[in-house]
């Protein structure tokens, strides 16, 4: 089972609408959650992190925490075609090693003007 | 501050050759990361470091190797390049490895070997 888990999409919404991007974890013991926002052929930026249960709200972006269902989620209202890019949910865990970062495998998000 | 910074953008390689990747950073981050991105795909840490003079390895560590002589230097060595090291390669450092702290990035160096 993959510590960090998103739906790779394509997921397409229509300029001004509320895109919902989806994460799950494995390691029940996650603290530390992020969102980061990467454009094609660039490096990942921080967006959003979110460390206890409920939503954290900043501009257009809200994150979401549920730790009993191990779920995190970002929502984009009013996107926008620069919102097109793909977004990386990001954990930290105990892991192996201790405290470490793991990545999902991102979702893509096109906005249709 | 720059932040994190990498070199070279680009690079191609013959298969065989070797090549180090540079990473410095200027935030006196204690922590610093290596990760592979492969067309279409997530992250993968191939080596990491806790401080000067410590490394761990990653997911992906085989046929890389890294030194951590500075706090602000953290070089990746290829020996042997191999066409499944083509990819995209990030430098990140964050201030502490657990934690709240988020990771920061480089812009990326794009490596083809053929």
């Known amino acids: 089972q993959k510590e960090v888990e998103q739906n790779s999409g394509p997921l397409s919404v229509p300029e001004g609408a509320i895109a919902s991007l989806n994460c799950t974890y494995s390691?029940?013991?996650?603290?530390?959650f992020f969102w980061y926002r990467q454009y094609s052929g660039k490096s990942p930026e921080l967006i959003m992190s979110?460390?206890?249960?409920g939503d954290k709200e900043d501009g257009r972006f809200t994150a979401q925490l549920n730790k009993a269902s191990q779920y995190v989620s970002l929502l984009i209202r009013d996107s926008q075609p620069s919102d097109s890019a793909t977004y990386l949910c990001a954990v930290i865990t105990g892991g192996k090693n201790g405290n470490q970062f793991y990545f999902g495998t991102g979702t893509s998000l096109t906005v249709i003007p | 501050n720059a932040g994190v910074t990498q070199t070279p953008k680009f690079r191609i390689l013959k298969i065989g050759q070797s090549m180090t990747l540079q990473c410095t950073q200027d935030?006196?981050?204690?922590?610093m990361y290596w990760y592979r991105q492969d067309p279409g795909m997530g992250l993968k840490l191939i080596y990491y470091?806790?401080?000067?003079?410590?490394?761990d390895k990653g997911e992906v560590p085989n046929g890389y190797n890294v030194s951590r002589s500075t706090t602000e230097d953290f070089p990746l060595r290829l020996e042997l390049a191999a066409p499944s090291q083509t990819s995209v390669y990030f430098c990140?450092?964050?201030?502490?490895?657990?934690?709240?702290?988020?990771?920061?990035f480089g812009p990326g160096t794009r490596l083809t070997v053929l």
């Open positions: 990140a450092s964050s201030p502490t490895r657990g934690g709240h702290n988020e990771q920061f």
């Open positions: 390691d029940r013991v996650s603290q530390s």
């Open positions: 935030m006196n981050h204690n922590y």
């Open positions: 470091s806790v401080g000067a003079g410590i490394t």
């Open positions: 979110i460390y206890s249960n």
